[in-house]
């Protein structure tokens, strides 16, 4: 990942850039990061949850996952790339972002967690429509969901323990932890191949 460019640049800009194959960019408050494709860890996390979300979630809702859709702030110049997302919203396909996720997940890594617990998790208490933010680690069991609370209060829910389940009001759902990590946890040694 790249530091911010020095100057702010606007949506029509970001949306002409073309990142090299492999990167991705995004906007936040006006400025250009980059960032790279996860690790298989990653890439593990991200499918599983996206395909518990859509096993799960009905229409008229949809599930976007592995970063393949923008979320947008109305009056803005933010545009970020989760790694998952579920709206609910009427969604024109044909564009490149949302902007009216319920859910928003954030699978982190020590390159990412500065930005995805501290930017980004502004970025989605600023979206009307989130009333969740899931963020899993790729290192080890730990999840969070930041979750929308009364009078617009922002309430965080940890779980580190492979025995508890994620729990996601804004799509009814239970993910248990173990399923997330299996073959993946560090504490759970993978046999070695002779």
Known sequence: MIEPQPD???LEEYDCLTPPEGEHYELIDGYLYA???GTGTHGV???RIANALGNHVKP???VFGASTIGVRQHEST????PDGAVTCDDTDLSKTYIVAP???VEVISPRSVRRDRADKLDVYRAIPSVLEYLMVDSRRVWASVFRRGPGGSWLDFTYSSLDESIGLLSVDLRLPLRDLYRGL???MPRRRRR
């Open 78 to 81: 933010t545009n970020v790339i």
């Open 8 to 10: 702010p640049i606007s």
């Open 60 to 62: 008229p809702c949809t």
């Open 45 to 47: 996390l991200c499918t």
């Open 185 to 187: 946890d560090p504490r």
């Open 102 to 104: 319920k859910l928003v």
């Open 35 to 37: 960032f790279s494709t």
